[in-house]
């Protein structure tokens, strides 16, 4: 079942090879196949997942290296179910519009295939080897994507985006092998089952050094600030299909990351830094913010609008509470949709205008009335209007802060920079949606149509989501419910001892 | 019990998505008929729920909590979509969709040439269901929700000549003002759900007496945070600046949100949440000084004002300030009184006044105006109805709300001397600037440049009749509001009788009409000497006291400057030239250690393989 939803894209990216190369329609139907069937199967699994078993469901484990006990293990609890779901939804958006693209398609879908497979291999392996696998899967043919398809300063973006993620996943390799050995040392068995070494006791000073390594990974992945600069250079060059990917469904990777690893592994850690980084995210909610506002380029104004609401979701996963968990992976499904759909917007706009610059934009919307519509919708949610889905994310994740334990004292200020990014929000947003498509211009391009069909149908399923989150959240925040609390719950059986040593 | 409450919502709702679905396939006078339509069944709708209530015995009126359905359930948080049915919230349905109606009316003879007509009244729609479910929510979040939908069409409406560059503007400011106070309030429902454990308003002022002794740190905190939201959203000082610019948008809308509905919703917060003001007395006190100070201040810059629609906006203002002072003393029926007084005369004012600018074409500046009693007979009367209403001239529903709470200004357990003389000074001047207008359009000879100044429709003449009707007689329900309200704010005492204030007010109110009669007789030009003489001062309120251009300096440019500094500085020469120094260095040591690049592929796993397990050593012997 699961390996069905990682394998039919990734299946389908090495099929696509042998399709000849001018076949366009042969490549469209495989590439939308595979993504409208993976899409299909994730939604299968959407409604058979039990949502009171706050356990690993769908468990498929099969021996891989069996001299070092690495096996094949995926599984999916609430949380990986959503982002699964996210993924697959993204990917069919993405690679139906990429079929715009007419330079090397095939090429160009199969790595979109991959990436999507390697995204969601990340969000459903249980073995740590086979996470780091997936993981490293995701950077390959997001190189190729920025470096052959990109625009702009493309090469300098790929070379600073993989150097600095591998620098980060490097160590958490590292940190991947020495959380086997201690549990080695504790019991004489090797294993790479995360279900497993997540009952493993760790030494709190050993905790800290496996806790930075991981962190530069997941932490270089979302980005948290001040880690975040290869970001703007990677989505400014990064062509639109592969980019709703990447910052709808890898950018997830990174904050997943912090749910499935450190949080639960190292609890001790996570107290000590979680002050630090919770002001670490906030700074970068308010700075992302701040930048945005004096961007004149769409797409450069969405990649910082996205660093900011990513440190929201940073925020609410290290407050460390029910509340603030469950309202950071909801707000990461919001984000994926939100910020897929305006970058969605962008590319609808370059098409027409053949520019992105906010200086050189004005008076739209009476050529445009459907983009106006669903422009308007988007940039809402996008600023998080309460009534809408971005709002429920952003004030259940403050309502975490609020109430945590772990900032205590920071809470107040952490909140308060919350609400300035919120009044940026509004600011930022409005500019871009008042400034390109308000008041009058003379010199709008003959025959500028409204957005086709083709075109309103990619953007509509998130325009129907954005209400529908945003009217009745409480089916999804069901399902994230139960795998959270047991997080935050965890009881360490394995290795006590070490503890009482320690004391 | 109670369905009725849900129809009211659900009316307006349908009305938003089919208009603006099929808007632009149908015909326009469908679009006008559903545009009201809705609107007027919102109102039986109202109906059928206030009998029912009426119904019920006083005592068992309030707290009829409708639950629709679970909404969301997240750690410790839990909430319900559910509507709130007591006499605060059905006397509120009654003035939204009452007046709300009224204008919608209006608005099919005002709006009838516009190109956009069904976008506008798919707007109006989504405004009355965006008031209705702020007046109507049962907890802290759905009034949030409501209060941030009032706050999204309003920026819509103002914005909705969206071609227009001021009009874009200002609808940018009123929307970002209006965040500022949503924030507010997003924070004190934080401070709420921690301190209370729910957001429900029936949990939440049941248990708050029990939480609070007076003046309690939390109970000051939840009261002024949940004030940045009133503040803003009933343009009191210093969140203000947005309501005088918010009149780019057409008439109606003027009338309906920036002066009958929307900007009292911050008068209905603090009446909603009074248990809680009433645990802080200090936030009390602080409210009625700004309602008073914001009364003086709007009222002085309306003097001087010569857009007629700004004269009514600065006026909308400053009776605003009188019912922030009615909160701000505890005598909360009487400010709601004045609320729906408010709501009548001013409404009529403002749709009056569009009358008047729709005859001239649009011609919004007072000088150019006047003589227009013979020829728009029956705007004439309706304007000098409301006019009289704002003065407080006797009989009028503006002198029973407005003599009330000057009144109670001075013998309130909270009222002080203070109040009273800034109030009665208000009320002069109420009565001046409003009289001001009414001499430059009406009297004297005509200076316009429109060629056929003309009555206008019935159907926008109508409306005028209704709102006129109620801005003279309203003063009757005065008794009737208070005892439908009792079951809200508790029994109030005994009025005050003190014939000697109520006259000197009186004296006040009508000298203001004077003076401004006298001023116009004597004409303009014969006061050159005076108006040199006054020159600093009306320099200072022409300009709104440079409120604005403080704004500006002090915030709106910093941050843009910081905004600029950020990308320029912290961004490119900051972080990401740190970041590509990092990666200079390596680039210059491994040029160091270049012999080790073989070309090998192998060589380089080897190499790595060492990397790893070398820190991998590091880590674990450590």
Not at chain 2, 107 to 119: I, L, N, T
Not at chain 2, 168 to 196: P, S, Y
Request: hydrophobic fraction near 55%; glycine fraction near 8%.
């Amino acid at each position: 079942m699961l390996s069905l939803i990682i394998f039919i894209p990734l299946a389908a990216a090495f099929g696509l090879l042998i399709v000849a190369k001018e076949n366009v329609v042969t490549t469209k139907i495989v590439a939308a196949g595979a993504a409208g069937a993976s899409l299909a199967l994730s939604l299968w699994l959407l409604f058979s997942f039990d949502p009171a078993n706050p356990g690993m469901q769908f468990v498929q484990i099969f021996h891989w290296v069996p001299a070092l006990h690495i096996n094949y293990l995926v599984g999916v609890d609430g949380i990986s179910l959503w982002m699964v779901v996210l993924t697959t939804f993204l990917g069919l958006i993405a690679i139906l519009f990429s079929f715009h693209q007419t330079e090397r398609l095939r090429n160009f879908v199969a790595l979109m295939l991959a990436l999507e497979a390697g995204t969601l291999g990340v969000f459903l392996a249980l073995d740590t080897i086979l996470f780091y696998v997936f993981w490293e899967l995701m950077l390959v043919p997001t190189y190729f994507l920025i470096g052959i398809w990109g625009e702009g300063r493309r090469v300098y973006a790929t070379v600073k985006f993989v150097i600095y993620t591998l620098v980060g996943s490097l160590l958490m390799l590292v940190a991947i092998i020495s959380l086997t050995m201690v549990h080695y040392g504790a019991t004489h068995e090797v294993t790479f089952d995360l279900r497993v070494l997540m009952l493993t006791h760790i030494d709190p000073s050993m905790q800290m050094w496996m806790f930075l390594f991981f962190f530069l990974a997941f932490a270089i992945k979302v980005p948290i600030f001040p880690l975040h600069s290869w970001l703007p250079h990677a989505y400014m060059a990064c062509p639109i299909p592969a980019l709703i990917l990447l910052t709808g469904a890898m950018s997830k990777t990174g904050a997943y990351g912090f749910l499935r690893f450190c949080l639960p592994l190292f609890p001790a850690a996570v107290e000590s830094f979680a002050a630090v980084i919770g002001l670490m995210a906030a700074a970068g909610m308010v700075y992302g913010a701040w930048i945005a506002i004096a961007q004149k380029d769409l797409k450069a104004l969405v990649a910082y609008s996205s660093i900011s609401h990513l440190g929201f979701i940073m925020l609410g996963i290290f407050a460390h509470n029910g509340t603030g968990i469950e309202g950071s992976v909801l707000q990461m499904i919001n984000h994926g949709i939100i910020a897929s759909a305006l970058f969605l917007i962008v590319a609808f706009i370059e098409a027409r205008m053949g520019t992105r610059n906010l200086d050189e934009l004005r008076g739209l919307s009476n050529a445009m009335p459907v983009l106006y519509g669903t422009f308007m919708l988007v940039m809402l949610a996008a600023l998080g209007l309460p009534g809408l889905n971005g709002f429920v994310g952003e004030f259940l994740i403050l309502m975490g802060v609020w109430t945590s334990n772990i900032f205590s004292g920071l809470s107040g200020i952490l909140v308060l920079m919350g609400g300035l990014s919120i009044v940026f929000a509004s600011i930022y947003m409005l500019y871009m949606f008042q400034g390109s498509m308000q008041e009058k211009s003379s010199n709008l391009p003959d025959g500028l149509t409204d957005i086709h069909q083709r075109e309103f149908r990619l953007i509509f399923p998130a325009c129907l989501l954005i209400v529908l989150i945003g009217l009745y959240p409480k089916p999804f925040i069901d399902r994230i419910a139960p795998a959270v609390e047991s997080l935050l719950h965890l009881e360490k059986t394995v290795n006590l001892h070490t503890e009482e040593k320690s004391h | 019990m109670f369905v009725s409450s849900w129809l009211v919502l659900l009316f307006p709702l349908l009305g938003f998505v089919g208009l603006s679905w099929y808007g632009n396939r149908i015909s326009k006078s469908f679009v006008g008929l559903a545009g009201c339509g809705t609107i007027a069944a919102s109102f039986f709708a109202t109906l059928v729920t206030l009998s029912e209530l009426l119904f019920l015995p006083a005592a068992e009126r309030v707290g009829h909590v409708q639950t629709l359905y679970q909404w969301a359930a997240a750690g410790s948080f839990k909430l319900d979509l559910a509507i709130l049915v007591d006499p605060l919230s059905v006397f509120m349905f009654m003035i939204v969709t009452g007046v709300g109606f009224v204008i919608h009316v209006y608005s099919v003879g005002y709006m009838r040439d516009d190109p956009e007509y069904s976008r506008f009244f798919a707007y109006l729609n989504l405004f009355i269901f965006a008031m209705l479910m702020l007046v109507a929510a049962a907890d802290f979040f759905f009034l949030i929700v409501g209060w941030a939908l009032v706050g999204l069409a309003s920026y819509l409406l103002i914005g909705f000549w969206r071609e227009k560059t001021s009009a874009v503007l200002a609808a940018r400011k009123a929307f970002v003002m209006n965040v500022i106070g949503d924030v507010g309030m997003v924070i004190a429902a934080l401070v709420i759900f921690e301190t209370f454990g729910t957001l429900n308003f029936v949990d939440v002022f049941a248990s708050a007496p029990d939480k609070f002794r007076p003046n309690d740190d939390a109970a000051l905190l939840i009261t002024l945070l949940l004030l940045v939201g009133a503040f803003a959203k009933s343009a009191q000082l210093p969140l203000h600046t947005w309501l005088p610019d918010a009149m780019e948008g057409p008439t109606p809308v003027s009338a309906l949100i920036h002066a009958a509905t929307m900007v009292t919703a911050g008068v209905y917060l603090v009446a909603r949440c009074h248990v809680l003001y009433e645990l802080a007395p200090y936030t009390m006190y602080f409210i009625a000084g700004v309602g008073i100070i914001t009364a003086v201040f709007a009222g002085s810059m309306a003097m001087v004002q010569y857009d007629i629609k700004r004269v009514i906006a600065y006026s909308t203002m400053s009776q605003l300030g009188y019912m922030f002072l009615a909160m701000g003393i505890g005598v909360y029926s009487l400010g709601m009184f004045h609320l729906m007084t408010h709501a009548f005369f001013k409404a009529l004012l403002f749709l009056a006044a569009g009358s008047v600018i729709h005859s001239l074409d649009g011609e919004q500046d007072l000088r150019k105006m006047g003589g227009l009693q013979k020829v728009m007979p029956l705007t004439h009367a309706t304007f000098l109805i409301g006019a009289l209403a704002l003065a407080g001239f006797p009989l009028t529903s503006g002198y029973f709300s407005k003599e009330a709470i000057i009144l109670s200004s001075y013998y309130a357990e909270m009222g002080n001397v203070f109040f009273w003389t800034v109030a009665v000074l208000t009320a002069g001047m109420t009565a001046f600037y409003i009289f001001r207008v009414y001499f430059f359009v009406f009297a004297g000879s005509p200076r316009s440049s429109s060629p056929h100044p003309h009555e206008s429709p019935a159907i926008m003449v109508i409306p005028l009749l209704v709102l006129a009707t109620l801005a003279l007689l309203g003063g009757a329900l005065g008794p009737w509001v208070e005892s439908f309200l009792a079951p809200v704010f508790g029994n109030v005492a005994d009025h005050p009788q003190d014939s000697a204030l109520e006259t000197i007010a009186l004296v006040a109110g009508i000298g203001g009409i004077a003076t401004a009669g006298v001023l116009y007789m004597v004409g303009e030009s014969r006061l050159a000497f005076f108006k040199e003489l006054l020159a600093p001062i009306y320099d200072v309120l022409f300009h709104k006291f440079y409120v604005d251009e403080i704004y500006d300096y002090l915030i709106v440019r910093p941050t843009k400057a910081i905004a600029t500094f950020l990308e320029q500085k912290a961004e490119r020469d900051g972080i990401d030239f740190a970041v590509d120094r990092v990666g200079m260095q390596v680039k210059a040591v491994s040029h160091g250690i270049s012999l080790w690049q073989s070309g090998k592929v192998r060589a380089y796993a080897l190499n790595m393989i060492v990397g790893v397990v070398t820190i991998l050593l590091f880590v674990v012997f450590m």
